[in-house]
């Protein structure tokens, strides 16, 4: 079976300070996908990244990067220099792309971030 | 983007109601899925298809029932509705059997609540 662990509850940051949400996996399969998603306050699920179990490169994109380590099981997630907006509910993924997973999501709890102007 | 839309966006309801939610695409996907999202649980499956008339339990399929009579549409019914239930149910698409950035798709959600 597999599992996804957010340990943080709840973050809270002043603006420009960088912060990380950590994401912790597990899963018997050797083929699968890593996602992250972004829920503001209107409640949308907003797609951030999807990273395959293949590609351990890290990836930027603006102030979001992230960080794929297979040997630890783990995908985090970093904002440089938060900013209000950043405010949401995140959420870290893992879909196993075996021929029985019917492409299933399973979610982490999810890490409420504020950030405070 | 894949087009999905869920319907009703809002809905209160009485305990022991029958209740069903509908999800549209406009695609021919043959994935999909219904999740609940619940403060400290995540999104969690309910139930989830693999084609028309073909579904399967989820993690939380108790209480709940679908059905999939076409492509486009999947239904999910609250048989008898308890406040148990209340929650944000989001409908979902599995693109990856395309090659895209994207992967999965939700809809906007349906918030629920049983009085």
């Known amino acids: 079976a597999q599992k996804v662990t957010q340990a943080q509850t709840e973050i809270s940051v002043v603006e420009k300070e960088d912060v990380t949400l950590d994401c912790v996996y597990e899963?018997?399969?050797?083929?699968?996908?890593l996602f992250w998603y972004k829920q503001p306050p209107s409640g949308e699920l907003v797609f951030l990244i999807r990273r395959n179990s293949f590609d351990e490169q890290n990836e930027i994109s603006g102030r979001y990067s992230w960080n794929f380590q297979k040997s630890t099981s783990s995908f985090n997630f970093t904002i440089t220099a938060s900013q209000v907006v950043d405010s949401a509910v995140y959420f870290c993924a893992l879909l196993n792309a075996g021929g029985t997973s019917y492409g299933k999501l399973t979610f982490g709890q999810g890490t409420i971030l504020t950030v405070h102007p | 983007d894949a087009g999905i839309t869920q319907s009703p966006r809002h809905k209160v309801t009485e305990t022991g109601t029958p209740v069903t939610l509908r999800c549209h695409q406009t695609e021919n996907h043959r994935y999909m899925y219904w999740y609940r999202q619940d403060p400290g649980h995540g999104l969690r499956l309910i139930h989830y298809s693999y084609g028309v008339k073909d579904t399967d339990k989820g993690e939380v399929s108790d209480g709940y029932s679908v059905s999939r009579s076409k492509t486009e549409d999947f239904l999910l019914t609250l048989e008898s509705a308890t406040s148990s239930q209340t929650s944000v149910y989001f409908c979902?698409?599995?693109?990856?059997?395309?090659?895209?950035?994207?992967?999965?798709?939700f809809g906007s959600g349906t918030r629920l609540t049983v009085v």
């Open positions: 979902a698409i599995n693109t990856l059997d395309r090659v895209t950035n994207y992967g999965y798709t």
């Open positions: 899963t018997r399969d050797t083929t699968y996908y």
